[in-house]
């Protein structure tokens, strides 16, 4: 039923890993479903963290507000559970204030896309330097499995009972299109990959955002006849994605209506936060 | 077969975080492991291949594998 490491082993596997290290304790068990995708996407990120070297007091983890944006509970980072929506105004304003301060944004599809999709093509816009984690789980989780904007055609939610006719975002091309200068995707299924993609999502400078396909077992599996969290994991993650490292090489119908992952767009422009304090210092020279 | 080869795994479980969602269960290539009611228990340790799979996809810090 499953495929071993054997592809990703390659290189020193990172784990067992001391998790510890960085949860709060006695913050666990965490308040997400059996088989939920959040907490698989939360140790890939705290494993990305230590490879990265990061100081915890040196982070600062900012999330709005769904089950996805419970995720700075549970960490010893400078933590921020903000409003629906606005986990990058808050971010922005930790970064502006303190841009030594590595900021990362942990965000749902609907927290990022749908009440704070403003703040988003803005934020990658803007190019301002923070990792932007979507956990993309297809569904308002938190509020009982409404659609949000990544539910696929035809997705039966709380209020799609017929299925959805909304086409749903690219949250990558959206990135890219808005100006973020690192894109990529990833999955919970291929979490050794995740934890790589956002390592190097951590070591860009400027808007990085990371789509992260993660499972909702509790509403959009039930509600869309998946068995297990398992059975999502391998249709919607495995077999729904393609790398983009073997998407040249695959027959046209193997590639067919699934999703890239892995870094999708990589370019260097100037930074916000830099170029801000620059000004700054050019006015206060009084040229 | 040597002693080394010979030396099992310590596959730790935590009943207080496993949630028995059987993600583990379903995922590691050996059939290892298995759910006894609402938590996963260790059914076959002679059959592991410590490749970390059960771990890395565990979503509630409940299952860890150490030589
Ligand atoms: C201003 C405002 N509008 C609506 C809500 C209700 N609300 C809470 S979480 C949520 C959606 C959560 O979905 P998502 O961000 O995708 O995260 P998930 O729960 O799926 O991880 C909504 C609509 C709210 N808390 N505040
Ligand atoms: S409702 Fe869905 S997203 Fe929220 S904790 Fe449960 S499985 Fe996860
Ligand atoms: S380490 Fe691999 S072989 Fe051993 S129990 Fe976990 S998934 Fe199975
Ligand atoms: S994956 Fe984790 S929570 Fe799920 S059954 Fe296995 S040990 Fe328990």
């Known amino acids: 039923m499953s495929t071993p490491v054997s592809a990703e082993k390659k290189e020193k596997i990172s784990v067992p890993f001391d998790y510890n290290k960085y949860l709060r304790p006695n913050k666990l068990p965490h308040i997400w479903c059996p088989g939920c995708g959040h907490g698989i996407v939360l140790k890939a990120m705290l494993r990305a963290i230590d490879k990265a070297g990061l100081e915890k007091d040196n982070i600062a983890l900012v999330s709005g507000i769904g089950c996805s944006s419970r995720t700075p509970g549970y960490v010893d980072f400078n933590t921020l559970h903000t409003l629906h929506g606005r986990a990058l105004p808050f971010a922005t304003g930790i970064k502006m204030a303190r841009p030594d301060m590595k900021v990362i944004v942990v965000t749902g599809d609907g927290d990022a896309l749908a009440i704070g999709g403003n703040h988003f093509i803005h934020a990658c816009r803007r190019n301002i330097d923070l990792t932007v984690l979507v956990f993309t789980n297809a569904v308002y989780g938190m509020t009982g499995g409404q659609y949000s904007p990544t539910s696929p055609l035809g997705a039966i939610a709380t209020t799609s009972r017929y299925g959805n006719v909304e086409p749903p975002f690219d949250t990558c091309e959206i990135a890219k299109a808005a100006g973020a200068t690192f894109v990529a995707r990833g999955t919970a299924y291929h979490t050794l990959e995740l934890e790589k993609t956002i390592h190097e999502a951590l070591a860009h400078k400027g808007t990085s955002v990371v789509d992260i396909l993660d499972a909702c077992p509790t509403y959009f599996g039930r509600m869309n006849k998946y068995k297990s969290a398992t059975h999502m994991m391998e249709t919607m993650e495995k077999d729904g994605t393609v790398s983009v490292k073997q998407v040249d090489k695959l027959p046209a119908d193997k590639v067919q209506g699934k999703m890239l992952r892995g870094v999708l767009h990589k370019i260097e422009r100037p930074e916000y936060c830099e170029q801000y304090a620059s000004l700054v210092q050019e006015k206060a020279q009084g040229k | ?67």
């Open chain 2, 1 to 67: 077969m040597g002693e080394a080869a010979k030396k099992l795994p310590n596959i730790v479980i935590n009943p207080k975080l496993c949630k028995g969602c059987s993600i583990c269960v379903d995922f590691c290539p050996t059939n290892v492991l298995e759910m006894r009611g609402t938590c996963v228990a260790v059914k076959d340790l002679a059959a592991c291949t410590r490749c970390q799979l059960c771990d890395l996809r565990c979503p509630d810090f409940a299952i860890q594998v150490f030589d």
